[in-house]
């Protein structure tokens, strides 16, 4: 089955740093992938996403590229802040034609210390 | 009010009482999740509903039973739960829960249960 595996963490940074959370994944077909992101006491928000191989998804200094030759999704931030604390969720769906079914890694924990 | 809403936020209960977890969107979707987010696991997603119509029943447990009586609502009715039933459950939407097509979910904030 579908299955995504992400570094656990928790990663622990210094304001400014640079930032990369790695993301693998399995699954029949073309996936899409997602990274999501939850502040402390709050659901998940859609941070990027990239629908087919090479794409790459944007958002607030966060980049990914969908790299399907290493089946790989993983996020970046070039110089990160304290506000980026929070824990980042790499996703896939539409594998197999289960459009609608996210499939989850663990989450990585993200401090970021001024 | 915007996107998707959960009520309580938090919830404590005893293994005897039922209660219900409540969730709204307001983004004009038609599909809508509930998900279980427990500690060092990953999300599960528990139900699928598409066009108030359940299309997934992820070998959740009687225990929980969810309602949805239109596209913007959908309830999770809680009955005899046991302890290792506490986590964040969290609900999504989307735009079409059906095959074909790619989705973005888009989850409300959660609300927290304690079973004791």
């Known amino acids: 089955g579908d299955s995504v595996t992400q570094m656990e963490g928790p990663v622990t940074l210094s304001e400014e740093a640079f930032l990369t959370i790695n993301c693998t994944y399995t699954?029949?077909?073309?996936?899409?992938l997602f990274w999501y992101v939850q502040y402390p006491g709050e659901g998940l928000q859609l941070l990027l996403k990239a629908t087919k191989a090479d794409d790459k998804g944007s958002n607030k200094g966060f980049e990914a590229t969908y790299r399907k030759e290493t089946t790989s999704f993983h996020l970046e931030k070039g110089s990160v802040q304290v506000s980026d604390s929070a824990v980042y969720f790499c996703a896939l769906s539409g594998s197999g034609g289960s459009n609608y079914k996210l499939t989850f890694g663990k989450g990585t924990l993200l401090t970021v210390n001024p | 009010e915007t996107g998707v809403t959960q009520t309580p936020r938090h919830l404590v209960m005893g293994m005897t009482n039922k209660k219900s977890l409540k969730c709204e969107q307001h983004?004009?979707?038609?599909?809508m999740y509930w998900y279980k987010q427990s500690a060092k696991k990953p999300l599960e997603l528990m139900f699928v509903?598409?066009?108030?119509?359940?299309?997934e029943n992820n070998s959740v447990p009687s225990r929980f039973s969810p309602e949805c009586p239109n596209s913007s609502h959908l309830f999770l009715h809680l009955h005899t739960l046991q302890p290792e039933d506490s986590a964040l459950y969290l609900c999504?939407?989307?735009?079409?829960?059906?095959?074909?097509?790619?989705?973005?979910?888009?989850f409300g904030p959660g609300t927290r249960l304690t079973v004791l």
């Open positions: 509903y598409n066009f108030k119509e359940q299309t």
């Open positions: 999504a939407s989307s735009q079409d829960g059906g095959e074909g097509g790619t989705d973005t979910q888009y």
């Open positions: 983004l004009g979707h038609n599909a």
């Open positions: 699954a029949t077909g073309y996936p899409s």
